[in-house]
């Protein structure tokens, strides 16, 4: 399998934590990505992990990576109207590292 | 900061007319990508170029080329534009092994 695979939809409500997830497919990976869209726009890196660590943080994110299980997931503490947006998982590969393997994305919604 | 600079944000044309996506980057990345982007399909890459003159295929470049003479732009063509192109479009630059970076997108319709 190739796929890169997230759930559609999230709804957390302002303060607290969100957590999205996403499976990858391929034990070659090397880079692992999350990119944020909010509407209209590009997509933004927030973040990205190599495949030889198990957690990075970064201020309000947090990835963690599951290797063994192909799991990746970031965290956001504190979740803020602001984080509405799409979130996007994505992987590069060993002996393909120009291109990135993306997720459908994960729709989050952050209720006042 | 890396600036991807798409040359337009939204874009309407007609079925069979010859259409040009311009990106600029300005960070000297070598690696310059074309993504479009539709409801439930995630990203999908048309293509991509690694050096100046250099492109190769990416997972769905029929209906597209792409041309690459100066490293700072990578323009999408659609040779004769038809409605099933009708797409969010994103260009990305990388230094290689490096995160891509995106431009905003250009919303392209085809009536």
């Known amino acids: 399998g190739e796929d890169v695979e997230q759930s559609l939809f999230l709804s957390v409500r302002e303060g607290d934590s969100s957590v999205i997830n996403c499976t990858y497919t391929?034990?070659?990976?090397?880079?692992l990505y999350w990119y944020k869209q909010e509407p209209g726009a590009g997509l933004q890196l927030l973040t990205y992990?190599?495949?030889?660590?198990d957690m990075k943080q970064d201020q309000r994110l947090t990835v963690l990576l599951n290797k063994k299980d192909k799991h990746l997931s970031l965290r956001i503490a504190d979740t803020q109207t602001g984080d509405s947006a799409i979130y996007f998982c994505?992987?590069?590969?060993?002996?393909?590292?120009?291109?990135?393997?993306f997720g459908s994305g994960t729709r989050l919604l952050v209720r006042p | 900061d890396v600036k991807v600079t798409q040359s337009s944000r939204y874009l309407v044309k007609r079925t069979g007319e010859k259409v040009f996506l311009e990106c600029v980057q300005d960070?000297?990345?070598?690696?310059m990508f074309w993504y479009r982007q539709d409801p439930g399909l995630g990203l999908r890459l048309i293509y991509f170029?690694?050096?100046?003159?250099?492109?190769e295929k990416g997972d769905i470049p029929e209906g597209y080329s792409v041309s690459r003479e100066k490293k700072e732009r990578f323009s999408l063509i659609l040779e004769s534009a038809s409605t099933n192109q009708t797409s969010m479009y994103l260009c990305?630059?990388?230094?290689?092994?490096?995160?891509?970076?995106f431009g905003d997108g250009t919303r392209l319709s085809i009536l």
């Open positions: 990305a630059s990388s230094l290689t092994g490096q995160p891509q970076h």
């Open positions: 391929d034990s070659s990976s090397t880079y």
């Open positions: 992990i190599f495949s030889n660590m």
């Open positions: 994505a992987e590069s590969r060993l002996g393909s590292s120009y291109k990135l393997i």
């Open positions: 960070m000297d990345h070598e690696n």
């Open positions: 170029s690694y050096d100046v003159k250099m492109k």
